[in-house]
């Protein structure tokens, strides 16, 4: 029996070399490394001579080997114990805990060329507006306009009664008549010498009074016919037919619309590159989305001693008359040439009383070896693991920002140009979270937000 088992376990050794051998060189396909057929192989020799040695030794060999093999599984299970598994419990709660990617939308800081501009908050004014009001008083016996029409240099707006002049006109014409027949009369008296020189003196002297009346009472007869002094287009009418007005009452406004003026006040410290003929931008709340062009006309010659502020006045071409005395206008002054400034949109700013940040995506780090140990010995059934390297992690920054025009702000520092900075989904982030982006979450520029 002895016999038999030591040529069996002969020949398994050499069964397992020759298997070993025949993978090493391709001719076999095996589950297993060419190394583990090695092992057994040796196992099977170790065995061969253990039972070759005599019976007293034999049984120290085999006493020894099994308390060494005692020893070391229990050296392993220790080891697994108070090692191994303490470190993939801690990486199994820090990836069950590890906070899940939060989905932003990012853009790229780019680098655009933007002009010097100073914006200011103005009024619309007419190129020439007043209030037509009459200058002799009267009952208003026709009116030949209507409210909010378009009118002519000279067009007649208003009469009032002027019956008594003209009564008073026919009166003094007919005495200026009788001097001037009077006044012809002396001339030839006197070039014949039967009258003396006063007499004619005294006829031209009452001819020019009697012609001084005449023209006095045209003149308020003209005054009771109320004319457009320039074309404009009228207000609204505070008259009515048959209404008695007194000197000075506002019968309606005369606006002059085209070209119109915007007032608006500037700083102090803009006289340094404000000047006449620069060019002006304009917008107002009434025509949305129209942007008008004009230049700046002329500046005051004062600064306010209250506000410390200078007034400029912008002109505008308004043809189709849209623009109106009163409005608010949102001005722009272009002052200089183009500069390359660094800009992100106005939705990637969080704006604190601490300063004000940006959060920049950035790839996270690798994860440590210990977690990824863990992790390799969990199989699929294990919890998941923080993000692998390559990840994306977000990074707070603090910038100084500059000048808005539109939907992009310039930054002054803080973010360099092709960084992509998040520009929605910043209230669920802090420093080193992680996230995913996804650019359809990207808000509507302001242009195309509706107005509540």
């Known amino acids: 029996m002895r016999r038999v088992t030591n040529w069996l376990l002969f020949g398994l050794a050499m069964a397992v070399v020759a298997a070993g051998s025949a993978e090493r060189l391709g001719v076999l396909s095996a589950p297993v490394s060419p190394i583990a057929f090695g092992v057994a192989s040796a196992a099977c020799a170790a065995l061969l001579l253990v039972r070759a040695l005599p019976l007293k030794v034999r049984r120290a060999v085999v006493f020894s080997v099994t308390l060494g093999g005692l020893a070391a599984l229990t050296a392993g299970l220790a080891y697994f114990q108070f090692v191994i598994k303490p470190t993939m419990v801690k990486g199994f709660i820090s990836a069950a805990f590890a906070p899940k990617p939060t989905v932003v939308s990012a853009e790229e800081a780019r680098t655009e060329q933007w002009p010097p501009q100073l914006t200011a908050i103005g009024t619309m004014r ?89 023209d006095r009472t045209r003149a308020v007869i003209a005054q009771k016919a109320i004319r457009a002094p320039f074309p404009g287009r009228l207000g609204l009418r505070n008259a009515d037919l048959g209404q008695y007005v007194a000197v000075g009452t506002a019968l309606a406004t005369l606006q002059e619309l085209d070209p119109i003026y915007a007032d608006f006040p500037v700083p102090e410290g803009a006289l340094a590159t404000l000047a006449a003929g620069q060019d002006v931008s304009m917008t107002v709340d009434a025509i949305p989305g129209r942007t008008f062009e004009g230049k700046i006309k002329a500046i005051d010659a004062r600064v306010s001693a209250e506000s410390r502020n200078v007034t400029a006045r912008a002109q505008f071409d308004n043809p189709d008359r849209k623009l109106l005395p009163g409005m608010f206008a949102n001005v722009t002054v272009t002052t200089g040439a183009s500069a390359a400034v660094l800009t992100l949109p106005r939705t990637a700013i969080v704006y604190s009383l601490y300063g004000d940040t940006v959060f920049v995506v950035k790839n996270g780090p690798a994860a440590p070896p210990a977690v990824q140990t863990a992790n390799a010995g969990q199989g699929a059934s294990a919890a998941p693991a923080p993000p692998p390297a390559g990840g994306l992690v977000v990074e707070r920054r603090f910038v100084h920002v500059g000048a808005t025009r539109g939907d992009r702000v310039a930054i002054q520092n803080g973010v360099k140009a092709g960084e992509q900075v998040v520009t929605a989904g910043q209230i669920k982030l802090q420093d080193k979270s992680p996230v995913t982006i996804d650019n359809t979450l990207a808000l509507p520029p302001p242009s195309v937000t509706p107005k509540p």
């Open 126 to 214: 007419a190129y020439q507006g007043i209030i037509i009001a009459p200058q002799a008083a009267g009952v208003i016996t026709a009116i030949h306009f209507e409210s909010g029409g378009d009118v002519e240099d000279g067009q007649l707006l208003v009469n009032i009664d002027d019956s008594v002049e003209r009564a008073d006109l026919a009166n003094g014409l007919a005495q200026l008549r009788n001097a001037e027949t009077t006044l012809a009369r002396q001339r030839l008296l006197v070039a014949g010498g039967n009258t003396p020189q006063s007499t004619l003196e005294s006829a031209v002297a009452a001819r020019d009074s009697a012609a001084a009346t005449v």
